[in-house]
């Protein structure tokens, strides 16, 4: 297990630094991210280098034993080169030129910027790739962070290489953008523009494209600089920090992650109800992207983060049971941003694990506390996730798509529903992983997946063999409807899965703000509703009371071959979703792992390796918890005999 954080000593004078050594062997500190935000320091000039503080720092952590995860640099372009190269700014979607003064002023498409970048990260590769010290490479930092949608020139001319690429005619293009409508039609790529701000509604298969294209620039960006690594040093590992967490959904990480040499993660707790659980649900998104291999938590907040209008502090044991959670999903390395806290700069209110008030401080009490709690987790470090029986199916096409201007409703958020359901089942104890849409889901008993709203024809064949061989499929309102060129699947809804659900529907029924319709079992829906249209096949599981809907279909069920479908046509609440649970997990051979006594109260995860298959217990709760009745040698957080949890902490039990 892993322990560290991003280090800026730059910002501090040297005599600082052998107090951060001395403090980091007290933690535990076994490696740190350095140099992200280096450039300017590094080459102050095009022509002018300065490695003397980096050399020194690179040699204090050999010394130390801490390993290097070394940045490439390349996030935050110095003055000298914007001002010698204005057009590597990027632009917004209205033409507004982005200014430098803050960070990642970069265009992802500028040929410029690549040039620069990549002599950086030669430059480095070259000095440092004998170095003891170097254990990973980083390149740049949280990719797409504030620069993902550029609509510079550089980024329309890139636009239309890739469409070109994409769809090889213009014709091909016209029909998968519809342009027939609204008079759009082309005659040459060469008259196409990225989405910019237009007099209505652009076309939304142009914004979608544009989706892909942005994702796929900065895909080549992480692509070209860890290629120039890997010449150098073909054995060390390259990866970059993805953003795993509330509605960051610009990066189809889905689709990067395989370029990865290993997954890494940044998380931060968002301001959402049940943010805890965000923290789970984000780390089993993790852990999806890592197929279930160990991961890296490369940053994440001891206390209080700068950029929410209010910033609160975490509540004691909070600090522990967030990072153990991410372990408890997979990750091997627990990271922060960063090891001492800024006394200027943007982020000087942010927590770090060396606060303003120094090491006599409770929160850097808790730093060593932790570190010295991973040191006993050093058994689970290299353990895979043991699969559950139940996926949530996460698609990252149908969240760009579903959220898309100009549609039924503008209150649909894609994540948030994903989430829901995963929250619904593990407060019903049933542990669920989050599964890519391109992954192979043949192996769970259980698939929900929520508005899964685009489902080419691939996606179709695949989710009705599944059903087919025996899995049970849970969809909602909004999936099937879309092909890949985010055109209608005709003949009624849900379209593509119309067939395997036994179900039509002609018209959606959203629900406007503060609306809500009624099931019959008493529980709620939001946001959404339809008329349903049965085949004689399907089973009803709830039907709609009052209104205009009253006695028709809401949630139905469809045997097929050797699994089942069911549809639930709206945004229900969350006792209408524990309600249905059961009904939906019976007869699918799903089992629930919490204990009736604990259920909604811990939250438990399951690693397996070489060492040993081991069980994470989370408090979800303020209270202590007796979690006796789970079996197994106490590895963290609990004594042998007596189990019992403190509120906000996690329980690590070896079962074999
Ligand atoms: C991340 C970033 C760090 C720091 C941190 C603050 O977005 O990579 O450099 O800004 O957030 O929460």
Redesign the pocket.
Known sequence: MSFGA?YNPEQWPREVWDDDIRLMKQANVDVVSIG??SWARLQPAQDRWDFDWLDELMDLLAQAGIGADLATATASPPAWLVTQHPEVLPVTENGTVLSPGGRQHWRPTSPVFREHALTLVRTLAERYRDHPALVAWHVN??LG?HNLYDYSEDAAAAFRVWLQRRYGTVDRLNRAWSTDFWSQRYQEFDQILPPRTAASFPNPAQQLDFHRFSSDALKEHFIAERDVLRGFTPEVPVTT?F?VMGEVKGMNFADWAEELDFVAN?H?RQPVADSREELSFSAATTSSLAQGRPWFLM?H?TSA???QPINPPKRPGELQRDSLAHVAHGADAVCY??WRQSAGGA?KY?SAMVPHAGEDSRLYRSVVELGETLRRLDPVAGSHRRPAQVAVLMDWESWWASELDSHPTEDLRYRPELFAWWLSLLDAGIRADVVQSHQDFSGYDMVVAPVLHMVPAALQKRLEHYVESGGHLVTTFFSGIVDEDDRVWLGGYPGALRALLGIRVEEFAPLTRGEMVVLDDGSTGRLWSEPIDCAADVEILRRYRGGDLDGRAAITRRAHGKGSATYVSTQLDASGRSAILPELVRDTGVIAEVPASLRGRVEVTRRTGETGDFLFVINRTDDVLDISEFPGEPVIGVEQGSKLLDPRAVAVLRES
């Open positions: 991003d992200i935000f930092n949280e962070c920090n953003m940044d931060y940053e907040s983060v700068n950029w941003f960063q982020e942010h």
